[in-house]
């Protein structure tokens, strides 16, 4: 089973497996978005807002997400895979870099 993640930052869409991180997902068709660190839950370059859909997680660094931020849907995006499709934002310290657009300084 794959499902459709889409990020709202880009407007950019792409078929992630179930068991497939959404990091790698994403790797593995060569696209970009959601900026690429650590691949380990390590860095936090990563991180991402799941604005709507359902997805397994694996513990991840409260250096990184917070309890607050994760009941929100921060998560980073290679400790996550979808079970449905999925919607996102990305809210790591990269995004800068990926939004090129001055919405944020
Ligand atoms: S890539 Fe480093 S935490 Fe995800």
Same mark, same amino acid.
């Given at each position: 089973?794959?499902?459709?993640?889409?990020?709202?930052?880009?407007?950019?869409?792409?078929?992630?497996?179930?068991?497939?991180?959404?990091?790698?997902?994403?790797? &593995?068709?060569?696209?970009?978005?959601?900026?690429? #660190?650590?691949?380990? #839950?390590?860095? #936090?370059?990563?991180?991402?807002?799941?604005?709507?859909?359902?997805?397994?997680?694996?513990?991840?660094?409260?250096?990184?997400?917070?309890?607050?931020?994760? &009941?929100?849907?921060?998560?980073? &995006?290679?400790?996550?895979?979808?079970?449905?499709?999925?919607?996102?934002?990305?809210? #790591?310290?990269?995004?800068?870099?990926?939004?090129?657009?001055?919405?944020?300084?």
């Amino acid at each position: 089973m794959s499902y459709k993640v889409f990020i709202e930052d880009t407007q950019e869409e792409y078929q992630c497996r179930e068991d497939q991180h959404l990091l790698s997902g994403m790797e &593995a068709l060569g696209r970009k978005g959601i900026p690429v #660190g650590c691949r380990g #839950g390590g860095c #936090g370059v990563c991180k991402i807002e799941i604005t709507s859909g359902q997805y397994t997680k694996r513990v991840m660094s409260r250096d990184h997400v917070t309890v607050e931020e994760e &009941a929100r849907g921060c998560v980073l &995006a290679c400790r996550v895979k979808p079970q449905t499709d999925i919607s996102l934002k990305v809210v #790591g310290k990269m995004k800068k870099n990926v939004v090129r657009v001055g919405i944020e300084k």
